[in-house]
């Protein structure tokens, strides 16, 4: 017991110490690493402008995360879990710990504020020069084979009923729901036939069934329907078919 009272008692003088010798203003020595702690994981670099994500709390740029509100139904792009776009809002706890920290320049090392880490780095001229010397890109075996040209786009699907175009799996399937339930019309699934084992001559009987049999998950992001959705969706086709 007396020994962890004196251990207690160090620690507690270590910090009191510590405490004093930084005093006011921003942190001069912050904790080794800091720069990545506050790094966008879209562009690697310190934020700007950082706003977060409220369903998951995940902090980007926010110029960085405007490609996913863009979409009907936008996933974060760190952990894929779908989110409100009106539910993002202004990082000002982040901007905050920007501006009290600093970190040395990965060029000249001088200490400069996180806030301010971009415009240095953009006029650095160690860190240019570094630029400049990176190795260019060079294939490991040289190729004369011309780039094909004729890829299938499979992220975006057209809707084979009315022709709605820049549909992904899941804006398709809600897409058909809301707008086809009631056409009987055999179409191929754009899915399938854009894929490389697809048949682009099969016309599915009953195309709705299939989307939701087939395509409850995205080939490119391997993520579920979550359980109510999908039985949302279910119990939709279901009304629909006895509606008829």
Same mark, same amino acid.
Request: negative net charge.
């Given at each position: 017991m007396a020994m962890f009272r004196s251990f207690v008692s160090a620690s507690t003088q270590f910090r009191q110490q510590q405490q004093s010798s930084s005093g006011p203003?921003?942190?001069?020595?912050p904790p080794e690493g800091v720069e990545s702690q506050f790094s966008c994981p879209?562009?690697?670099e310190v934020y700007h402008k950082p706003v977060s994500i409220a369903s998951c709390g995940h902090t980007f740029c926010g110029e960085c995360l405007q490609p996913c509100l863009q979409v009907a139904s936008p996933l974060c792009p760190l952990c894929r879990v779908p989110f409100d776009p009106k539910k993002v809002e202004r990082s000002s706890n982040v901007e905050k710990q920007l501006a009290s920290y600093k970190a040395p320049c990965r060029g000249c090392s001088k200490k400069v504020s996180l806030v301010k880490m971009r415009s240095h780095i953009s006029s650095c001229s160690k860190?240019?020069?570094?630029?400049?010397n990176c190795p260019k890109f060079v294939p490991v075996v040289p190729t004369s084979q011309p780039i094909p040209s004729n890829i299938p786009n499979r992220s975006t699907f057209v809707c084979p009923f009315c022709g709605a175009r820049n549909l992904d799996q899941q804006e398709l399937v809600k897409h058909c729901m809301e707008n086809h339930?009631? &056409?009987p019309n055999k179409v191929v699934c754009p899915v399938c036939s854009a894929m490389p084992w697809g048949d682009p001559t099969y016309k599915s009987s009953n195309f709705l069934q299939h989307l939701l049999h087939r395509h409850k998950f995205s080939y490119d992001t391997f993520v579920d329907y979550s359980? &109510?959705?999908e039985a949302a969706l279910q119990a939709a086709l279901a009304l629909s078919l006895a509606e008829n």
């Open positions: 203003g921003p942190l001069a020595a879209i562009c690697l860190v240019q020069e570094q630029i400049a339930r009631n &056409d359980i &109510d959705e």
